[in-house]
Nanobody
Framework: QVQLEESGGGLVQAGGSLRLSCAVS????????LGWYRQVLGKQRELVAS???????GYEESVKGRFTISRDNAKNTLYLQMNSLKPEDTAIYYC?????????????WGRGAHVTVSS
């Protein structure tokens, strides 16, 4: 089992910055991808940014150039640096981990961090 705990959400004015953190604990062997998703009430959860085991990253089009995903393996922590925030970035942000285990793939989610961007 893998446990994920997000932190760093909050209220910020448009144009401001926030950094989300996701502490990863438990049985972390076999983790091959990590990501941040977000969800607005009434809409589907969408992938915001991802980072593969080899270090390659990917971003949703609307956050390119503003958000940066990174990981600190020594601290078992995933980050999402969010700059130039816009009101449309307001959502609950979820940490996600994909893992290949001996009996098949597994996926884990954090509880979510609220991000509110005021105009």
């Amino acid at each position: 089992q893998v446990q994920l705990e997000e932190s760093g959400g909050g209220l910020v004015q448009a144009g401001g910055s926030l950094r989300l953190s996701c502490a990863v604990s438990g049985s972390t062997v076999g983790i091959n991808a990590l990501g941040w998703y977000r969800q607005v009430l009434g809409k589907q959860r969408e992938l915001v940014a991802s980072i593969e085991d080899g270090g390659s990253t990917g971003y949703e089009e609307s956050v390119k150039g503003r958000f940066t995903i990174s990981r600190d393996n020594a601290k078992n922590t995933l980050y999402l640096q969010m700059n130039s925030l816009k009101p449309e970035d307001t959502a609950i942000y979820y940490c996600n981990v994909k893992q290949q285990r001996a009996w098949g793939p597994a996926e884990y989610w954090g509880r979510g961090a609220h991000v509110t961007v005021s105009s």
